[in-house]
């Protein structure tokens, strides 16, 4: 068991030597993550539909829980009251905490542009973002400065600030192993000129947060000394941008390094950012991929040198009906559909997870058809194993160089969409 | 492990001397149901929330699902191509199918009146029931008739007829270790006459039910011959019909009994409704309790004789964020009461649920109104954990001859309601 007062490190142990891919060990007080690996989504300490133990269970490594969620409700003293993220979900395993800078930016730009990380509609024209940006209804929900960002509560109104500095104390307080600064994300339908005084923004904020974490270090009223500081890189799709925030955050000192903010109109682009950003960064640090999981993309990330993704579709797509098997279209089958309804085989006959070891497609179809509550959770335990265990596929074809092969076989299961998939 | 291929028996174990209270084994095909028991609810084929094997880990015995529902969603054919409710499900052990005269009520009368089992809430004036029942919007949703009850699905609008042949013939499909004819509900607002026409309608369906059973037995295209059929006194709040009701249908030859329909507006006239029942039903079979589960409810109405029993207010309350503590007011506190907001505790400190060993009542509160879906299957774990439990100590005291002082004791410990509970 890793030391408690420790800080995370991170171990190559094996590098494909056909790509940038490699697996290690990131070791942190709460144990060690082999990567690559999947993050789960604890958005607000839970992940949806899972207590902890069933994600235990189930092999996931790591969860993700979010700064923005938590600070709003319970509050990060509670949190720390109860003895952190640890203590207060029972989950045991090593944390991360994002740092609400993509929640902001939800409740402003992306929002005003209807777009995520990538940007798969595009209205008319690029409307010039606004410096204080309106939402639904006209009422100002986020106003960025370069101090921090001012925005209402979603819980209950209230205005609330966050700064580099704030984001960071109450990352302490939550007490997650690895934590990342305060960034500033931006569109796809952001302009050059946005994009990179919005970068240079993320800069100046990620030396404000690192500051803020070294002062906090000595002080004895936070705890939770075994935390580590990851560099948000930003630069939405430009090449320029993107190197520079790669060589500037590279350099700065971070435990390791997390690639944010906008990948781009395509899933071309979002490849060709990671191509131009991830050699820049230190090569013995961690590298995660915030909010990116759909299985070819893990492949394409992990050939990059990625190491760690976390990202909320295979939860939500589950909860939907929609839920993974090799082979498939998209590698993905919908329970919904009505082939399904006499269906006596599990989701996925190699699966050796809850659902799959207890039940049939056609009592998982009814329970989706009916909005059965139980059905989010069994939908979701097969969803997430079935993303542990594709990583650990990975991981060992890394250690047994096939990597390649391994995803060829992948690239060419996943048959083209048929009607009504997925 | 009991013959799959024998109906239904009922053994009495031990008798409470001073009272009608009694112990016994009611053995089925699928298990024993030791008695008295709390029945879960599995209306659609899952206890809102819970995967079967949840409820198995947790002791519950024997589930209810609803004839109605299934029925419409996914159809009887599809459960008995699955193997019945428990190829469908997975759930191993006892079931019970109701026959969805309540829910045909409930779209009725039960609709019109805005009234369940027990009416709290009085109208100006007990409106004259129609034969043809309008609910809001001014659709016929039911009509009855001699034949049966016609009735929209509120699934796909589509008009469906339940008579007391056809709901026979659908529990033969689902499968279930008892089932229940179709009856008549009534309102605690019909009037005298009324609720006598209805009850006679329902000795007249029970007749028939009871011959379609028969009938059926010897026919090899309805498989599941370790059927049991009880039949269901109704009768309102009458004195004379409840007597004339439990006269007529404990002379059918059921292999038990349940009570249904309006037990009254008060839980003064549900008792008396027990008190006139009970007695004249034959002695040695099972007699079940139709949708009352508050925990004072259980322990008047096991002294009254009664042995089974089904609601589905304890996983509605738990996924409200009230759940059971001996000794809060009415026994239960609601996770939701800020008071919650640090503490430490699991919910029952004495309790061996999965949740009272792995979360404290902070965390469930921050679930609860983050309304985070793994909230619902943590807390109704509990409520059906501790009716297991409360179910189990009334069973070892009706052994030990302390039922009274067991009663006693809990109605000693519930404190009165105080302000913002429950």
């Not at 390094?257 to 906008?262: E, I, T, Y």
Request: charged share 25%.
């Amino acid at each position: 068991m890793p030391d408690p007062t420790e800080s995370v490190s991170f171990s190559i142990r094996h590098r494909d030597p056909a790509s940038l891919a490699r697996s290690g060990d990131l070791t942190t007080a709460h144990g060690i993550v082999q990567t690559p690996a999947f993050v789960g989504v604890a958005t607000r300490a839970t992940v949806k539909a899972i207590e902890p133990q069933g994600l235990a269970d189930h092999g996931l490594q790591i969860l993700i829980a979010n700064t923005y969620h938590l600070h709003l409700r319970p509050g990060e003293e509670t949190v720390a009251a109860l003895g952190g993220l640890h203590g207060f979900s029972g989950w045991t395993g090593p944390t991360m905490t994002d740092s609400g800078g993509f929640q902001v930016f939800s409740l402003g730009a992306g929002k005003e542009h209807g777009v995520g990380k990538v940007a798969s509609i595009f209205p008319g024209k690029d409307a010039p973002p606004t410096s204080k940006r309106r939402a639904e209804g006209g009422r100002s929900l986020v106003r960025l400065t370069e101090l921090g960002a001012d925005f209402r509560s979603i819980v209950d109104g209230s205005l609330r600030t966050f700064t580099p500095e704030s984001v960071i104390a109450i990352e302490r307080k939550l007490g997650a192993d690895i934590i990342l600064p305060l960034d500033e994300c931006t569109s796809p339908l952001h302009d050059y000129a946005y994009t990179k005084r919005a970068m240079e923004r993320t800069h100046r904020w990620a030396r404000r947060g690192l500051a803020a974490f070294r002062l906090l270090e000595g002080d004895p009223s936070f705890p939770n000394p075994h935390q580590a500081l990851f560099g948000i890189v930003q630069g939405g799709a430009y090449r320029d941008l993107r190197e520079e925030s790669a060589r500037v955050i590279g350099g700065m000192g971070f435990d390791g390094f997390a690639v944010g903010g906008s990948l781009g109109r395509s899933k071309d682009e979002m490849l060709r950012v990671l191509d131009w950003t991830v050699p820049l960064l230190p090569e013995d640090r961690a590298r995660h991929l915030l909010g990116i999981g759909e299985i070819e993309d893990l492949f394409a990330a992990v050939r990059r040198g990625l190491d760690t993704f976390d990202c909320a579709a295979p939860t939500r797509l589950a909860r939907n009906g929609s839920v993974f098997l090799k082979g498939a279209p998209r590698h993905r089958i919908n329970l919904r559909n009505a082939r399904f309804a006499r269906d006596e085989q599990p989701i996925d006959p190699m699966c050796d997870c809850f659902t799959c070891t207890h039940h049939s497609r056609a009592y998982l179809r009814h329970l989706c058809r009916a909005g059965e509550v139980s059905f989010y959770r069994l939908a979701t335990l097969h969803n997430l194993r079935f993303l542990v265990r594709l990583m650990e596929g990975i991981r060992a074809s890394i250690r047994a160089g096939s990597f390649d092969a391994l995803s060829a076989d992948w690239a060419a299961t996943a048959r083209p969409t048929e009607t009504g998939e997925p």
